[in-house]
């Protein structure tokens, strides 16, 4: 089932650390936001597939903005 993962509060995009393609396993990280000098990781809470990532290194995200699609098993 495809899913859209979206930020929870706004944030800095830090750090990518998977692309289209990957398979990744419950609680991997996706990427990693840094807001108020926090870092925020954002993880998977299925195993399964990047579909795509709708965001880049850099990036300042909205709250609710899709960060990446992905495909659960």
Do not use: C, H, R, Y
Not at 42 to 54: K, P, Q, R, Y
């Amino acid at each position: 089932m495809a899913e859209t993962i979206a930020a929870d509060m706004g944030a800095n995009v830090w750090k990518i650390l998977v692309a289209p393609g990957d398979k990744v396993e419950e609680d991997d990280v996706f990427m990693i936001l840094e807001a108020m000098k926090m870092e925020i990781p954002v993880t998977a809470e299925d195993s399964g597939t990047v579909l795509s990532i709708d965001v880049a290194e850099g990036d300042v995200v909205a709250p609710g903005q899709a960060l990446i699609q992905f495909e659960s098993e």
